[in-house]
């Protein structure tokens, strides 16, 4: 059974950073794309980042460019988010996800992800 567990997220100052991390269990994850969402309270899901595990080929949403950084870690089966310059507007709860028919690819559409993980808040305060 395939389980998603993300961490690392919390109340941060303007200008400040955080790491969510995202442990992937339960089989390989060599042929899936992982990927970033956010849900701020009123406001659809977006997508933020993700990642092709096996080529670390990487695509980031305009708003993050430059700011946020993804990276996975192959012996500890981990995909990682790097958040620096932040905002409150970047201010959500932070989703960890897999898309296990990406063959390569990357998709920025939450319902094409096949699993989820239960989310971890992020509170940037101004």
């Known amino acids: 059974q395939v389980q998603l567990v993300e961490s690392g997220g919390g109340l941060v100052q303007a200008g400040g950073s955080l790491r969510l991390s995202c442990a992937a269990s339960?089989?390989?994850?060599?042929?899936?794309?992982m990927g970033w969402f956010r849900q701020a309270p009123g406001k659809e899901r977006e997508f933020v980042t993700a990642i092709v595990w096996s080529s670390g080929r990487t695509n980031y949403a305009d708003s993050v460019q430059g700011r946020f950084t993804i990276s996975r870690d192959n012996a500890k089966n981990t995909v990682f988010l790097q958040m620096n310059s932040l905002k409150p507007d970047d201010t959500a709860v932070y989703y960890c996800a897999a898309d296990r028919r990406a063959w390569g690819q990357i998709v920025t559409t939450g319902d094409e992800y096949d699993y989820w993980g239960q989310g971890t808040q992020v509170t940037v305060s101004s």
């Open positions: 339960g089989r390989s994850f060599s042929s899936y794309t």
